[in-house]
């Protein structure tokens, strides 16, 4: 570099006097580095801006006193952010903050190109990062930052519409932001007043691009050795691709559980065993699967209350079990069931008292009942196994117990 700055000087003098220009470029605060761009044909230099080191070494010290604040405005926006996210019920995985280390401080001052002349001028001596399961919900966060924060808006960029030739990947929304004067003028925001953050959002697929570049090292196409080059750009298609699909897969769902219960009322019959038509056939109080659960609860004075997906998931594993493929399938059990089942539960539950039962518990004494049908020992047992209820000691002994449940229910049905 020192040759460099050498043959470089020419370039720093008046062309008339010989005399190094005052100009405010020229400054004795920043090294210049001149570099041929002969190799690639051209007769133009490019000049490379360096710090010098004797103001590298103030901002380093400015900021071992500062850092204390700065590790305090990441922890502190963070924790603002993700609560006005929370209250707007956006979907996130996660929000993480760092306070930059004193040797990436370092590493940042000495590369060319940045013209810092105070700690100030440097943006991310704070970052939050927000990461969400789903690209569309980027959009969503980017308009709840840009409404809750202060917007440099000169140094944010949208990384993901970048179209420069020498870049390649999977890019994410970056801001630079400042705590609002309406916040600043309360006092757990006060001292933060005119400090800058950075506040990244990206996809979950976005953010696993992003590491993983970092861990290879490479951060453009040229870098990247051509074989290699081709496989990179692959796969960030298919990364941006699985984005999509994962959205569009959410929006089906969501337009599915809003019409299943119509669905339900017109065509029982063309609705399949799932959690969410589950979830709309156990809260129906007109169905013969709510009554079974409402008749059930109320024999031990329980409540009722929304069963979660993971039970759901079993027991739609254990419907199918018993040979229910359809609502309708359900539905017709249940009916046809009814007084078998309720006899059922009251003997299993021997008049014990509870406080509370899912919605679908009828779900549980139905499949009991349909599997006992046939009084075979051996198929109670494989549905108990197949159904992974219990453990594989405890499954022949509750076999017998539903067996035995079931042939006393029936005498009194």
Known sequence: MRHLRKAHSSLLTSPSSGQATTSSLFRPRRLFACHSGAALGLVTHEISIVIEPELQSAILAEYEVQTGIYQDLAAIAAQLLERIIRDAEVQFHSISQRCKSRTSLAGKLSRPNKDYTRLADITDLAAIRVTTYFAEDVDHIAAIVEREFLIDGGNSVDKRKLLDPDRFGYQSLHYIASITPARTRLAEYSRFDDLRFEIQVRSILQHAWAEIEHDLGYKSAVGVPRDIRRRFSRIAGLLELADDEFAAIRRELSEYAASVVQDIGKQPESVGIDNISLRAIVSKDSSALRQISSAVAASVGAAL??????????????????????IADLEQAAASHLSLVRQFAGLWLNKARYESFHDSVGILYLSYVLASESEDLARIHSFLDEAHIGSTDERFELAQRIANVFREASKLT
């Open 305 to 326: 209350e929304p069963t979660d997906d993971q039970t759901l998931e079993g027991l739609v594993k254990m419907l199918t079990l018993v040979g229910i493929r359809s």
